[in-house]
């Protein structure tokens, strides 16, 4: 299945401040999530990155917020944009990892995770 | 409604004890799939185990095994002597053919080993 590198793996930010997540993956890939994991929840999908067109955003996600870039099929950025402690969550990078037990299995990155103070 | 249910926020399980870890999930699509995966203190998320809507058997793993019970709509991840290095979080999931790529993740079930 795709290695899928992520990074930085952690950070802690300053409010009001931007900072961009880089995701390599080790094969070509058609599609790549980028989820949210706040403090003691669950994965939440935030958008959708394809190749070659705009990022298709979940509700409650919108493109000012989290800018996207998928220049190839191996690399995608999630931007986390004038970020406030709220943002302070696990973003994870995550890619089809085709046929695997008999499914498309989602493989993840190891995730980023980032403190806002 | 919640797509997944996990009713259990924390288990406790004695080394080399077998545990359950619940998990319910809502559709109406005929074909689906449902998928565990575990999330260790470092935060990546590992696939365990998966199980599909037609799969007439249960799924094994090694020391996972998932108990499908379509009827109920629950999949229960069973752990056969536990290790201390499954101490972790444990999410379960769901892939609906209908909609596409989305996958439904629970609220997850946090797994203390104790030697």
């Known amino acids: 299945s795709a290695v899928i590198s992520q990074k930085p793996s952690r950070d802690i930010c300053q409010r009001g401040t931007s900072l961009t997540i880089q995701c390599q993956v080790d094969?070509?890939?058609?599609?790549m999530f980028w989820y949210r994991q706040q403090p003691g929840q669950s994965l939440t999908l935030i958008a959708t990155?394809?190749?070659?067109?705009?990022?298709?955003?979940e509700s409650g996600f919108v493109i000012d917020k989290f800018p996207i870039s998928r220049p190839n099929l191996t690399f995608s950025t999630l931007t986390v944009s004038n970020m406030s402690p709220e943002d302070s969550s696990i973003y994870l990078c995550?890619?089809?990892?085709?046929?695997?037990?008999?499914?498309?299995?989602?493989?993840f990155g190891a995730g980023s995770r980032l403190t806002v103070l | 409604a919640q797509k997944i249910t996990q009713t259990q926020p924390g288990m406790f399980v004695q080394e080399k004890e077998a545990v359950t870890l619940d998990c319910t999930y809502d559709?109406?699509?005929?074909?689906?799939?449902l998928f565990w995966y575990k999330q260790p203190s470092s935060g990546e998320m590992i696939f365990l185990i998966y199980?599909?809507?037609?799969?007439?058997q249960n799924a094994t793993e090694g020391r996972y095994s998932l108990n499908f019970q379509k009827a109920r709509k629950s999949a229960n991840l069973v752990i056969s002597a536990s290790q201390l290095g499954d101490s972790a979080m444990y999410f379960c999931?769901?892939?609906?053919?209908?909609?596409?790529?989305?996958?439904?993740f629970g609220t997850g079930t946090s797994l203390t080993v104790i030697p």
């Open positions: 094969s070509q890939v058609t599609m």
């Open positions: 559709t109406s699509d005929q074909s689906y799939g």
């Open positions: 990155a394809n190749q070659g067109s705009e990022a298709t955003y």
């Open positions: 995550s890619v089809d990892a085709g046929i695997t037990s008999g499914a498309n299995v989602l493989t």
């Open positions: 199980q599909g809507s037609y799969d007439e």
């Open positions: 999931a769901m892939r609906e053919r209908n909609t596409g790529n989305q996958f439904y």
